[in-house]
């Protein structure tokens, strides 16, 4: 199994900056996804174990940005120019058999809260 620790999130206004960290138990395929309350978990970032391939959610394209360190065995989550509608638990995620659909990660961290104030 793939235990997974996220940290780093917090308070920001609007159009600031804050990363997000992911430490995993080994080098595998990673998502971040997010979910507001009453809302479904939403795709943001997703990134090969090599590191070579990512992929985004279209609400986040252009503003965040997914990378990692495998001798630290973490992922990161680089979240700018963010906007109220950014505000969510944000977990990262393992074992997916397709990178944007939650249903199908079989290991989830604990979620970090990220909020961004108008």
């Known amino acids: 199994q793939v235990q997974l620790v996220e940290s780093g999130g917090g308070l920001v206004q609007a159009g600031g900056s804050l990363k997000l960290s992911c430490v995993a138990s080994g080098r595998t395929f990673i998502g971040w996804f997010r979910q507001a309350p009453g809302k479904e978990r939403e795709f943001v970032a997703s990134i090969t174990g090599s590191g070579t391939i990512t992929l985004y959610g279209d609400a986040v394209k252009g503003r965040f940005a997914i990378s990692r360190d495998n001798a630290k065995n973490t992922v990161y989550l680089q979240m700018n120019s963010l906007k109220p509608e950014d505000t969510a638990d944000y977990y990262c995620?393992?074992?997916?058999?397709?990178?944007?659909?939650?249903?199908?990660?079989?290991?989830w961290g604990q979620g970090t809260q990220v909020t961004v104030s108008s």
């Open positions: 995620g393992a074992g997916g058999t397709s990178a944007y659909d939650h249903m199908t990660y079989k290991y």
